[in-house]
């Protein structure tokens, strides 16, 4: 029979003031599950974001039959973890009336509020709390991040559809209604953040922090040692699996930060010792524009599985990409994704448009199947988590918004019923935030935005 001891929130190993909180080991509980019930993780819940929406013929499989066995070009990434996500065709968006004119101020802004600006102020951001926030002010008191906002693209783009505040194109979380939060864009910035170390080129910052800063993980990873010896053989793995990801976050931000220093010299035109005058220039990273982005994507989908494997907080959002200036280098053209969502179905440009989609579902592919070969608990952290990807328009060449594609993945403790395509859900975008929240166990005293019911086929074991 197996002991367990209740594990506080912040526990963690420390060096030098680097901590590192610790996963949920088979000899730990929660701290703060209820006294005489089965000791269970806490479930996580997290939002990544596309914006134009998609190729509708390519996104959505032909029947709920094919839907694991064959999936749409669009989805083939999921391949795998498939029988863990849940699609829903017919949630539909908000409204955007008196806001026509304003298609992408509204399609980030509105995607987890379900909610219209105020027309009387389109100057000012008032709008709505969002779902994340919603929850993260009912659970962010348990973790030392009340919740963690991420993107991959500056929020400052400069436009005004419909005078409307410039804050509604690239932002999504809003902790209250006039109070928009910003996201990190920056890596190094996201992982100082968990670990609470001081921001890197900051005024504190002196030479040789970058070697300090190791010597503080190798003191962190001594003491995560000292412990493995007093753990069982299962534990001991968990924490190796762990401390593991630890070093490869690390590793691959150095990498990034050592192609962007090389790529600098090399623009400055000081030749990097290492290289041959015929090799190809080094590739510049370009934080958020770069042309590897499944590599910047990627790294920022490994922060948000480490917050959330540490319990460091549990509730997170990932704005992937904002409706301004975005292009895909990485996938052969350079053309911007805006301009080709206006494709009046030029095979060309339907083609790229598809391959942009297909691009991004698979950044939240390779998070979502990181989570599932964790383990946690009786199951893995995708069992523990509610995932949602999703766009804020359905088709980006007539601005519609009847019909928003949707990923859930994750059972979410328990509470959802995967490996389904459900092919006629009737319910909207505040329906559906407000059934997600219910099942990560987040009391609402009102429903979401334009919410009216919660869809219970998302539960419902058939």
Not at 218 to 225: E, S
Request: charged share 20%.
């Amino acid at each position: 029979m197996k002991s367990h001891f209740l594990i506080d929130r912040r526990t963690c190993l420390k060096g030098l003031g680097a901590a590192l909180a610790l996963p949920l080991l088979e000899t730990m509980g929660w701290a703060d599950s209820s006294k005489g019930k089965a000791v269970k993780p806490p479930v996580r819940l997290g939002f990544m974001y596309m914006p134009h929406g998609v190729i509708m013929d390519q996104f959505w499989p032909t029947d709920q039959e094919s839907f694991l066995s064959a999936p749409p070009p669009a989805l083939e990434s999921l391949s795998g973890v498939l029988d863990q996500c849940l699609l829903m065709r017919g949630i539909s968006g908000v409204p955007i009336a008196p806001f026509n004119g304003a298609p992408h101020a509204l399609e980030l802004s509105t995607w987890l509020t379900a909610s219209l600006p105020d027309s009387h102020q389109r100057n000012k951001i008032n709008i709505a709390i969002s779902a994340d926030q919603i929850a993260a002010n009912y659970v962010g008191g348990l973790t030392s991040l009340p919740s963690l906002e991420l993107a991959t693209m500056p929020q400052t783009h400069k436009e005004n559809q419909e005078g409307l505040n410039e804050g509604y194109y690239s932002h999504c979380s809003f902790r209250s209604a006039t109070q928009a939060v910003p996201a990190e864009i920056n890596p190094r910035s996201v992982l100082n953040r968990l670990f609470k170390k001081a921001e890197p080129g900051g005024p504190d910052r002196k030479p040789g922090a970058d070697a300090l800063e190791r010597s503080m993980l190798d003191l962190v990873i001594g003491g995560a040692k000292d412990l493995r010896r007093t753990l069982p053989q299962d534990d001991q793995h968990k924490l190796d699996e762990y401390l593991d990801s630890v070093r490869s976050v690390e590793r691959r931000i150095a990498a990034i930060e050592y192609r962007q220093k090389e790529a600098a010299l090399e623009a400055a035109g000081v030749s990097v010792s290492k290289r041959h005058a015929s090799d190809s220039p080094p590739l510049e990273i370009k934080i958020p524009l770069g042309d590897k982005r499944s590599e910047y994507m990627q790294v920022m989908c490994d922060l948000n599985v480490l917050a959330f494997q540490t319990d460091t907080t549990r509730v997170s959002t990932y704005i992937g990409s904002t409706p301004n200036g975005v292009s895909y280098p990485e996938l052969g053209f350079k053309d911007e994704h805006h301009s080709q969502t206006h494709h009046n179905n030029q095979p060309d440009k339907v083609d790229k448009v598809a391959k942009i989609t297909a691009f991004n579902i698979a950044q939240f592919a390779y998070m979502i199947k990181r989570m599932a070969t964790l383990r946690e608990g009786d199951g893995t952290l995708l069992d523990n988590c509610i995932m949602m990807w999703g766009s804020g328009l359905e088709d980006g060449n007539k601005h519609a918004r009847e019909n928003l594609p949707f990923i859930v993945a994750g059972r979410g403790g328990g509470t959802i019923n995967t490996g389904r395509f459900l092919t006629a859900t009737s319910g909207n975008q505040g329906d559906l935030l407000t059934t997600l929240l219910t099942c990560a166990g987040v009391p609402l005293d009102r429903p979401i935005g334009i919410a009216t019911k919660q869809l219970k086929e998302m539960t419902e074991r058939l």
